[in-house]
């Protein structure tokens, strides 16, 4: 039976011979070589007596698929968990083969608009730029997307502002669909339509991140400043899952919404969506920092602690299959620390083409797509290599005997836009991580 790459899965290729692959639904990577790499190189001419064992575990994977297996193999919501399992069957190409003095880039954050028909009150993004409401043009994000694509990129975030006030979103989303990159979205969801909808459904996005703060409108509209944003945002949030639409929903928890993370939590849990909860929060980009008196306080920190502890499956499984209290304490339940490395495979470019290495570090600009082509921006910069150069561990003084990594999610960008200085830890992430570790230990002697 003939067998060829899975509809969902993109494929590059590197020097030496090595391939790369991955499943937008499944979130699985491959980084294959030698007979593995020709072999998936060669579909779908290849017959599958050859080399049958790796494309039976690829297809198994879902990076290849026969000809009848029909397009079950797409995403549903109705088959999320199944996709989701698939991490666990084992997957013997997913360590990274690729070996080079600069990482790959491979996620790249675009700010389309400084515009937004919101101003939420912890936002780190100033109202000034949003009172300012730069824009990039359609050429130049043409440009830079191609620049990307020359670069072997895979995923590509398109954030703001509010992404559907960019009058060439579409245009660019269609680009990016001829350019095989995987496309990402955030957006607070108000301005969808129907129309809209039915353009989202044809373009196969990888995912739409969704903020949304609480199900009461009177909550979720007080952070937003936006009446009746609550609902139909929420009510965008239905059709997007009706229509099959990957979405995750963004819930920064404050003061102000903290009584509502178990409502949003259950709306979520209704419609088979995940919810990724910051409760830390990052000062202005601008480094004002009168947000973060939206902070819940230590105690109800540990409150949403131990709400996570219950919720998260990951969180779950870590306590629950650790034998001693020794075995608990040397896992990782931190989250910026286990999938963040300064400039390992991300940058952010803001409206006026300002190049950063996150979003929300303006302050630290690597330099400007005007002057500098993405590709010397990223592995020539100066500035690139300063923060590459950084040990996580070492180079922050208070954390090189520290016996609270694993439950620590200092992040070098939270501690600039506080202090202006990156290494200088902002005392939350310390008394968080406290907080965090007393929380799993207790929760392992109750079980």
């Known amino acids: ?73 797409d995403f549903s919501y109705a088959r999320k968990r199944e996709a989701g399992n698939l991490a666990a069957a084992g997957n013997p190409w997913e360590k990274p083969l690729l070996q080079d003095n600069t990482p790959w880039l491979n996620n790249l954050q675009i700010e389309l608009t400084d515009s937004c028909n919101e101003r939420c009150i912890h936002c780190y993004m100033p109202g000034s730029l949003k009172d300012r409401a730069d824009e990039m043009d359609f050429e130049a994000v043409k440009d830079l997307l191609e620049q990307y694509r020359a670069m072997n990129g895979v995923r590509v975030v398109f954030s703001g502002g509010e992404i559907f006030l960019h009058k060439d979103l579409f245009k660019i989303l269609d680009l990016c669909r001829k350019l095989g990159l995987f496309v990402l979205l955030q957006t607070n969801l108000l301005i969808l339509t129907p129309q809209l ?18 199900t009461d409108p009177a909550v979720h509209d007080a952070i937003t400043t936006k009446k009746g944003s609550c609902l139909r945002t929420m009510a965008n949030i239905r059709k997007l899952v009706e229509a099959d639409i990957p979405i995750i929903i963004a819930c920064p928890v404050m003061k102000q919404n903290f009584d509502s993370v178990a409502d949003v939590q259950a709306f979520a849990d209704s419609l088979g969506v995940e919810v990724y909860y910051d409760y830390i929060m990052m000062a202005q980009s601008n480094g004002l920092t009168e947000n973060l008196d939206h902070r819940i306080s230590l105690a109800q920190t540990r409150g949403m602690i131990d709400f996570l502890l219950v919720h998260k499956d990951e969180f779950r499984r870590a306590i629950e299959t650790s034998g001693t209290a020794e075995e608990l304490l040397a896992k990782q339940f931190a989250r910026r620390r286990n999938v963040c490395s300064i400039l390992s495979s991300g940058l952010c470019v803001s409206p006026d083409g300002s190049a950063y290495p996150c979003p929300g570090w303006k302050g630290f600009s690597l330099g400007d797509l005007a002057k500098s082509s993405l590709d010397s921006i990223w592995s020539a910069s100066e500035k690139a290599r300063e923060l590459r150069s950084i040990d996580m561990d070492a180079d922050f003084e208070k954390c090189r005997s520290c016996t609270l990594r694993n439950f620590c999610d200092m992040c070098a960008v939270y501690n600039y836009n506080e202090s202006g200085d990156i290494y200088h830890v902002s005392e939350r992430f310390c008394e968080v991580a406290a907080i965090f570790r007393q929380a799993v230990i207790d929760k392992f002697h109750s079980l």
């Open 1 to 73: 039976m003939p067998m060829n790459l899975n509809s969902n899965v993109t494929l590059r290729e590197f020097g030496d011979g090595i391939v790369y692959l991955e499943n937008q639904v499944t979130h699985l990577k491959a980084w294959l070589k030698d007979e593995d790499a020709e072999t998936v190189k060669a579909l779908p001419e290849i017959k599958t007596d050859a080399n049958i064992a790796a494309l039976q575990k690829l297809r198994e994977l879902w990076f290849v698929d026969e000809d009848d297996d029909g397009d079950h193999r």
């Open 197 to 214: 909808l039915d353009k989202l459904k044809t373009l196969r996005i990888f995912n739409i991140q969704v903020s949304l703060y609480s």
